[in-house]
């Protein structure tokens, strides 16, 4: 039996997820289907401090809500004009959409309920004894060993040089 | 009532649909991109999920989203860049207006 504080938030958090995934490619306006989007990212960042994972849940929002976000919504401000009419976002190809994603959401749905290891482990059982400490994250992240990682951490900051550069190269004035 | 690994999973399946839904019907480029972020989302949230849930006591799903994370913010941008010259060049940002890919 779980706590019934652990109960409530993870329905909250589920709630939201669902309602504001819906409304991110259902929305007409694309700058609130943007802020529905910050919504369910910020739910996902409550769901990951519900698992034990706060380094990561505090990456999500600081990368995702900080960084990500505002890049969005600096691009449809710079590619929208402000009292445009707004066309309709979506009615392009909707009946593909619809039998892509309902197929898709059958095959899953049902390979999630047939899958046996599904069952078992309760979320209690899970975090006890299992806290991700910083130290632990820390050493694993600046590591050569097995299980360690500082060869994909440099290369993502070699990435993301490169994601600089080419951002300049490709949007610069000509 | 015990929360399972099922009950986490399913949130993320229906982000990910949302994702495709969107994908497919949208026809300006940054809403295909908000669509694609939900779709990267939830894949991150079924490595968490993943990890916590069968192997606690290792951190190989964390780290894998945590890299995940990177890559998106550099995706992002480059994206955002592309879009912004896109828009430059032809004026708006619908993907049925976009023919060629040399202006």
């Known amino acids: ?174 | 009532m015990e929360l399972t690994m099922l009950w986490y999973l399913v949130p993320s399946v229906i982000m990910f649909i949302c994702g495709v839904y969107g994908f497919i019907t949208r026809h300006n480029l940054i809403a295909i991109l908000l669509s694609l972020e939900l779709m990267l989302n939830a894949a991150d949230l079924n490595f968490v999920v993943f990890n916590r849930f069968l192997f606690p006591g290792a951190m190989e799903g964390m780290f894998f989203t945590l890299f995940s994370i990177g890559i998106a913010a550099a995706e992002t941008a480059i994206a955002v860049a592309i879009v912004v010259n896109i828009y430059r060049a032809i004026g708006n940002t619908d993907i049925n207006e976009i023919k060629k890919m040399r202006f």
């Open chain 1, 1 to 174: 039996m779980d706590q019934v504080g652990n109960i409530i938030l993870y329905f909250v958090t589920a709630l939201v997820i669902i309602v504001f995934s819906v409304m991110t490619v259902t929305s007409r306006k694309i700058l609130r289907s943007a802020t529905y989007l910050l919504f369910v990212l910020l739910a996902t960042a409550v769901m990951y401090f519900q698992l034990g994972y706060q380094f990561l849940g505090a990456v999500q929002i600081a990368v995702y809500a900080g960084g990500i976000m505002v890049l969005f919504v600096f691009a449809i401000l710079l590619t929208h004009r402000p009292n445009q009419d707004e066309q309709a976002l979506t009615s392009h190809k909707r009946v593909l959409g619809i039998t892509c994603s309902a197929l898709g959401a059958i095959l899953l749905l049902f390979a999630l309920f047939t899958m046996p290891v599904c069952e078992g482990t309760t979320l209690c059982q899970a975090l006890t004894d299992n806290n991700v400490d910083m130290n632990a994250i820390g050493t694993a992240l600046l590591g050569t060993d097995k299980f360690q990682y500082l060869l994909p951490f440099e290369a993502v900051s070699v990435l993301l040089l490169a994601c600089i550069i080419g951002g300049v190269v490709v949007a610069r004035k000509r």
